[in-house]
């Protein structure tokens, strides 16, 4: 343990800082415990990796919503606001997504990619949906019974590909991929044939609702279920499997370096294919847990591409458990949020799946976002080590990268009705990423060139009031004032520097 | 003698719906090809061509010129390649994670772009479509003129392309590159060709194609853009790609052969005869699937490119 | 001794953020705030409550998954909402989800009038693909008001819910009559969704009004699709109402390799590739290629550039199935006279249904529209009923 360390920076706090409240004192030493308890720097990356890609992409997301026409910050608002306001749906949207991005990750853990969560999810809620209803069973023993052929036939879907894969070298990016149509044309062909429910609704494609008995109850509110606790059982599970067992142990092997995994006499072809199994059986219980939970039938339609989405919680979760779960709950509150954004700003969801395509393309390469965050080091660097140059600079570049976004936002919603004044302002939009380029690209010059887009700004503003009605008054008041000043500030801040040295420019 | 009749009119229509399915099929294959042949998997090639559907849209319905319409829509196609070329070549990233993203990208760019355009949410308003090409001395015989008489441009084009493709990648310098990015990247390294330069050009040359792919589903084969219109076509192109063994005319075939179980539901649909095989529709959607499967299992042995999937480090040198 | 300090600065930054953070949040969101009336005197003086949030709006819609500008079915509904709002001074707002996953959310969140503190007056489902949802919901919620768009949902059992249905049938025989009037090869078809309930309401009521007026478009007893009169189906599920693709390559194969010349596009928005089809097909064929449209006025679909509609059009009419009627009639019963549940059905009698007529883009031989209107006339008097299904014969 490490008390003895605990201790340590206990005598050295309270020694140097007698002064100060205990309380304080107390949580100094619960900082430092925890601070050294953390694991390595290393360790932290992919946290970092992930947050910055979700960064990004909601800044991408507002940038693009912004040209589009739509009112980016309140629709933010609502999003964030739906989310928070209703736990139990973000946790229901969840519960699903915790499932299929579980089943990616453990399949990527041992070096596989499973693409073809949507079919083993279909195919196992297919089957808890039948079982639902065809077998009488007493409460409690039903839906697990349900879930657990679920389970099995999701396994079934995902072992195949696994034994193609193992013996038969086939890729199982196309076996699964193709299989996962395969079972979405099956489930199809069973719920508007066959397993058609009969009556007064004949003509939605749709089996029979469930037993009351084999239904999930709800934990609170009108979404939130039961099978967000086996969710979470999962989670614990595959955390488990992978770090405690000897089977984990030898996917991670595998997944590692399958030759070397050989070598050392793991089965390797007994890991892919059973790794691929267990992966399927997740999925497959995702999709048992939304039927026995939220629908209660097997619904033509019904996944809605959550399958596809497990690919992007896996990502984003850096495919491990705990990342998982915590990506879940992110893109549920995305969809929850994003159900109250459509329904009060009118803003169209889609948002969402661009935002979720945009993470998923930054998560991808890591180094984009290592390399933003090496700017961001650069300049904090550039600040300490020229604080003359490089606290104005910094400014102007705040400056300058909000003028090309307000730019191009104002002039993307001024195209339709008056072009010139749109075409003014994107020039604005355009001047000002120049001028926030070259300072990222720290070259000299450009500090004495932040005047050219306060100028551009007082150029628009005057067209704006001849011949577009004043529409963007305060706004471009405010950055054309600002402008003013940060260029006149660096200007005399250069006469500064400059006159001392004697006249070396 | 009616039935005679009716079964000649038949078989050319199949071979015409053939032609018109696979179309979409073989131009997104093809793409696929050039990417994969240089070493990149490309799984997005469902987003490109469903950006391509839009860009040929948007630009046809702003300029009312439908070869503009298909300009832009390689344009598109080609600059959202270019994302995925940058993440996965520049950037070293998974090149599976990204194709995903540029799918999910795609999609929701696309549906948003509509609300945008046309402040509708599913169906864009109808353009002018390209001009069917008549080609008179062959559209008299009986059942080759009904399927290859009266064509969309793009169809003849995706043919004359399977041919140029094969032609560059087997005949010329720069197919051979492409070849050897995929196949063994170090050696062309050695021989002082940058490895990137030649994936970056084969992915966007793939962006390219499956947007012409797009382009003829939107304003040929179709006169308007719809939600998500491929439906998958992308996937599908990825089976004709692998099924066809990684070679142009391989795509094809099984293009073709997939374009025309897509034209078999219909005529299923209109012969009475053929009515009661409704309910078995889903099967038929299968067939490309599984015969993937069972082809990979191991009926027929499939050669991807070497060195596919795995980003090229360069060695640093001493 | 360095390493305390920056414990220290680390312990404090955190806290400053922290409580940096919460204060940002308790201002930007504002959730202890307690119900005041001093910032919104205005509503206090029309409103006699104190919880701040009264609800701005009398009827919620949830459109069915093709969203707004599907120049069809939801774009009906819309516009009957937007005729309540002109002449009943009623105020709405809408949803578009976008999977049939979203349809309980949305309606729970109306039913709850979430964000607001009164309910909606009305909430109005459009699209039977809606009804496991609103049933459940109106469960939930024995108070709240629903009508339900192309769906029977039992009156007994869900008190609160109107079912607004339509006799399809009618309307397309109507169409149906007016196709075998005006057919030259004696082959007309109709391209149908899938095979459901409802299409086979269409195509029974197409085959009957086609071989009503012409008797030598004949059924075939042996088959559901009588001979000369095609039914067709475009898809095997709801997908189909928006497969434009798979729409235009049936009405090729319709056009061109059965010989029909007009062919009824009874399969919502896909229906545009049927049309569009025709549209080329008409320059190349050497019998005509018509198309019929479905649900909302499409004649102007069919003419070279429908943004600027002019004659010629290649779609001879449309059936009309006035959902705007129907949901206008809804709202204006909720919000005046109270909410009616039960069946509200749209018939030819009550100008549910009816066909397009439009001389500036068409003009019909007179004596082809005085048949079909003797026809209509007997049908809304009820002399002559028009089959459910196609097992009519």
New interface residues.
Partial sequence: MSGEYIEDSAVDVSHTHEEKSSAFQKLVIVFNKVKHRLPSRDYWKPLFWSLGSIILALLVSAIMMTVMGYDAIMAFDYLIRGALDQPDRVLQYATPLILTGLSVALAFRCGLFNIGPEGQLLIGSMAAAILGYVVALPFLVHPLVCIGVAALAGGLWGFLPGLLRAYRGAHEVVTTMMLSYVAINFTQYLAGGPLKEQGEYAWISQTTRILDTSELAKIFGPYLHWGFAVAIVCVIGIDFLLKRTVLGYEMKAVGLNEEAAEYAGINSKRSMALALGISGALAGIGGAGEILGTHHRFLDGWSGGLGWDGITVAVLGNNSPWGVLGAAIFFGALRAGGNRMHQFAHVPIEIVGLIQGLVVIFVAAPRIIDWLGRQTIDSASWIKREPREGLPGIAVLVFNLFGLFLGIGISASLFATNPILGVMFSMVGIVSGLVSYRILSRQETALSLSIIPAIAWVDAMVLDILIGEAMFFNMGMVMVIVGLILSVVLWMMQALTVQPDGGEV | MQDIQ?LV??T??LL??TL??STPLVLAALGGLFSEKTGI?N?GLEGMMLIGAFSAVAATYFTDNPWLGVLAAVIAGGMLAS?HA???VK????????G??????????T???L??V??????S??VT?LP?V?IEPISDIPILG?ALG?QSPLVYIMLILVVVSWFVIYKTPFGLRIQAAGEDPSALDAAGVSVSSVRMIGVVLSGCLSGLGGAY?AIS????F??M?T??RG?IA??AL?FGNWTPFGCLIAGALFGFL??LQ??I??L?EF?FM??????I??IP??L??VA???IRKSV?PKAIGTPYEKEARG | MSSSNKSVMAVALIIIIGIAGLGIYIIAFNPFAPPTTTTTTTTTTTTTTTTGNPNPYDVAIVFATGGLGDKSFNDAAYQGALDAEDQLGITFTYVEPASVTEFEGYIRDYALHAGYDDPYDLIICVGFTQADALMTVANETPTQNFAIIDMWIDPVVYPTVTSLLFNENEGAALVGALAGLMTTTNKVAIAAAYQNDMFDRFAGGYVFGANYTNPGIAGDLSHAAPYNCTVAYVGSDWRAFTDIPAATILADALYNAQGNDIVFAATGRAGLGVINTAKVLNETLDHPAWAIGVDSPQMYLGTANPSAPDAPTAVITSMLKRVDVAVFDAIKNATTTGHTPGIWSGTVANGGLDFEINADLRVIPQSILDEVNAFKALIAAGTVVVPFNLYWI
């Fill in positions: 009716t009119a038949l050319g229509w015409k719906a018109m399915m998997v799984i994302i940058i993440v996965c950037y070293k990233g998974n090149q599976i994670v990204s995903a993203g540029i799918i999910l990208f795609a999609g929701g760019f549906t948003l772009m609300e945008v046309w402040g509708v949410k599913g169906v308003d109808s479509r069917n008549v009904v009266a589903l084969y179709a006169s308007e719809g939600k219109m439906v998958g996937f990825l089976a692998i897509d034209g219909f005529a649909s209109i009475p009515s409704l309910e078995y529709v889903n099967f959607k299968m699937y599984v993937v499967i990979l299992a191991g991807p």
